[in-house]
């Protein structure tokens, strides 16, 4: 008997596209019409048809819910952080999807709490809500902060007097960054353009007074503004970048009123940023290398013949930040992929890295706002260790477990492992892979897996710990990581190893890296599912036509899948600003890097793995129709019947449900689908 869940057919619309000569129909360009009835309609469709599908795994996705939920303690408290005369913390309660933001005067110990922020009261009414900026002014008086309550990452500027609760009336739209002044009645912020979303625009506002003046409005449309202090409190610090250049401008925090000084000029491919230490500003810079070096000059003589070398460029290391405190500098670097810090005493540069037990790990600084201090807040995570703030003393070394991330119900680290390994892609480039699994999951080539990656923008894929992650791994799934070209890994060079001309490697040592799970016996080659999420869902898409055969189903969140028609329109949001990670399609050469493997124009008649592809209406990074039309593409041409489901969320943006709960319950339907097409579930999909 046929079923009668038939999958949503998506109108062919002829819209015909000539592109460099060559002629590519574009069918599905009607869905970008939000204003069209039959696009929601459509959408709607393809949720009530995923529902269906999945209908038989609901019990298990409420049985995910629920394991995940248990693990979580629902009413929890951050590590309070000392600033001033304020222990300042967020705390959740349970029941509450948002957090809630307090301070208390002095110690945890000692005077009632001051809720700073409820985010559930502000939440109330919307679908969606977002904490942008949370900035306290010097005094401790007043509160700047924004919200977005769309997904759009449209952000809304206030500014709330603490000690009488009484909103002072400053509303300011579409905010990206704030920093006040120390006289706490200035503020600067920067705001984006209304179509592109480019930060392009920095006011001054004093409160109570006129409007805010703009003080600058940026006219390179690759650049972006954002605004910040130094860690000494001494310097506002206007920050201008592109994927590849970058500048700075400065202003002392004590002089408001005062035109902004311009440090180093901006230069074609050099990039750096600052921070200040007493005489002297201290900056991270390209200069010499691609993964960076450290200089520093005189606060009133920064150019390119006063800097003085602090740390110099390393092939081998990746120079990823620093942070000045009183008596010491803190170095994030990244070496054979793996995140450390080091310590540098000032007063007679002893240098040591902190000391981190597991092959593979996350490390980074926590909070530290106070200025003079000798024990720092240290963060640190693994696949296996869960999230982790240290006191550690930067003299003595010591350190002390503030608070490590409960999993609820008992969790024992020994019943898993973490492991890295290499593939070889095959120009013979070695390509990092971690890798978690239970102890005891045999590695003779049956084992189910989920394969992540990214691979763009020369970010890392973090290797970081997951409770709700664990429903996979007691099922015996292998979750690994491919850290392909074009992420951050292995510094600069590897990035670009990965992008414009190179971006192939991303898929070709993505391949190698399933490849080489397999070959090891690490994982069964006809069990691993693969997930990927904005520019790892074009990674997704362009392995997929490469190998459509290869991958037992295929995790697909807020693609990046239409790479040519989009990057081909500069009116959208970020596309200019983008051209140096992926090519300007305008120019021929360029053109053919993308023609050569965007996801959607590469769509050919034939099979298709298992496919969930998901995405938000409001998204403003990856529109929604990008999925839609390549959904809509493959239904037309594939030759097979496996389930292809796609799921927009009608009321939020790029990261999906603000709300814990709601997010947990995307996750559970995401986990559902995974161990359905992995066969490590009976439950099936609807026919």
Not at 127 to 140: E, K, M, P, T
Not at 528 to 551: D, H, K, Q, W, Y
Request: glycine share 8%; with cysteine.
């Amino acid at each position: 008997m046929p079923s009668q869940n038939l999958p949503p057919v998506a109108d062919r619309r002829p819209n015909p596209v000539v592109r460099h000569g060559e002629h590519l129909p574009d069918d599905y360009a009607w869905l970008r019409d939000r204003e069209d009835p039959a696009v929601l309609a459509l959408l709607e469709a393809e949720n009530s048809y995923a529902t269906a599908v999945l209908a038989p795994t609901e019990p298990l996705q409420e049985q995910l819910y629920r394991e995940m939920l248990g693990r979580i303690k629902e009413t929890d408290l951050s590590v309070p952080v000392r600033r001033g005369e304020y222990w300042y913390y967020s705390r959740t309660e349970e029941g509450k999807q948002y957090q809630i933001h307090c301070r208390r005067r002095e110690s945890m110990a000692s005077g009632g709490e001051e809720v700073l922020l409820d985010l559930n009261t502000l939440a109330e009414g919307t679908s969606y809500l977002a904490l942008g900026d949370f900035a306290i002014s010097d005094d401790a008086t007043l509160l700047a902060y924004s919200l977005d309550t769309t997904g759009y990452r449209q952000y809304t500027l206030f500014v709330l007097e603490l000690a009488s609760r009484r909103d002072l009336g400053l509303r300011r739209e579409r905010v990206t960054s704030v920093a006040w002044a120390a006289d706490g009645t200035t503020l600067f912020y920067v705001t984006e353009d209304p179509d592109t979303k480019r930060s392009n625009q920095l006011w001054r506002q004093r409160l109570g007074g006129a409007p805010g003046d703009l003080v600058e409005e940026e006219a390179d449309e690759a650049v972006s503004l954002s605004v910040g202090r130094t860690r000494s409190r001494e310097w506002l610090v206007l920050h201008r970048g592109s994927h590849t250049t970058s500048d700075c401008a400065v202003l002392l925090a004590a002089e408001a009123t005062t035109a902004w000084r311009q440090l180093l000029p901006r230069s074609a491919d050099i990039e750096y940023d600052i921070d200040h230490h007493g005489d002297h500003f201290y900056l991270r810079i390209n200069d010499a290398g691609r993964n960076f070096r450290l200089v520093r000059a005189p606060v009133g003589n920064v150019r390119a013949a006063t800097l003085e070398q602090v740390l110099p460029h390393r092939p081998e290391v990746m120079l990823e930040g620093h942070d000045c405190f009183a008596g010491h500098l803190i170095v994030s670097e990244r070496e054979a992929g793996i995140t450390q810090l080091a310590v540098h005493r000032l007063d007679d540069n002893a240098t040591h890295r902190i000391e981190f037990p597991e092959p593979a790990f996350e490390a980074y600084l926590h909070a530290n706002p106070e200025w003079d201090l000798t024990v720092v807040r240290v963060g640190y995570q693994s696949l296996v260790t869960p999230a982790s703030v240290y006191d550690y003393n930067l003299e003595t070394r010591d350190r002390v477990l503030l608070k490590q991330q409960e999993v609820v119900g008992g969790y024992d680290a020994s019943r898993f492992v973490s492991e890295r390994l290499e593939a070889i892609a095959p120009d013979g480039t070695r390509v990092p892979v971690s890798l978690v699994r239970r102890t005891d999951v045999p590695r003779d080539g049956s084992a189910p897996c989920l394969l992540h990656g990214y691979g763009a923008y020369g970010y890392p894929y973090p290797v970081s710990f997951s409770s709700g992650q664990l429903s996979l791994l007691e099922r015996g799934v292998v979750v690994a990581i491919a850290h392909v070209r074009g992420g951050g890994e292995l510094g600069k060079p590897w990035h670009d190893a990965g992008r414009m001309a190179q971006k192939r490697n991303s898929f070709s040592d993505f391949l190698a890296v399933a490849d080489h799970l397999a070959e090891t016996g690490h994982v069964g080659r006809d069990r691993t599912a693969i997930e990927g999420g904005s520019a790892g869902g074009l990674l997704m898409g362009a392995v997929v036509n490469l190998a459509p055969s290869r991958f037992a189903a295929v995790l697909s969140q807020v693609p990046f899948v239409d790479v040519l028609n989009t990057m081909s329109d500069a009116t959208l949001p970020l596309t200019v600003g983008e051209y140096d990670e992926w090519g300007n399609p305008e120019i021929a050469e360029e053109y053919g890097w993308m023609r050569g493997y965007c996801p959607y124009t590469n769509l050919v008649a034939g099979p298709y793995p298992v496919m969930l592809v998901r995405t938000s209406l409001n998204d403003s990074q990856v529109m929604f129709w990008e999925p839609a039309k390549y959904v809509a593409r493959i239904r037309a041409i594939r030759s097979d019947d496996n389930p292809l489901l796609f799921l927009t969320n009608l009321g939020a943006g790029h990261g999906g449900s603000s709300g814990r709960y709601d997010r947990l319950r995307e996750i559970a339907t995401d986990y559902a689908f995974l161990l359905t097409a992995l066969k490590c579930e009976p439950a099936g999909f609807a026919p």
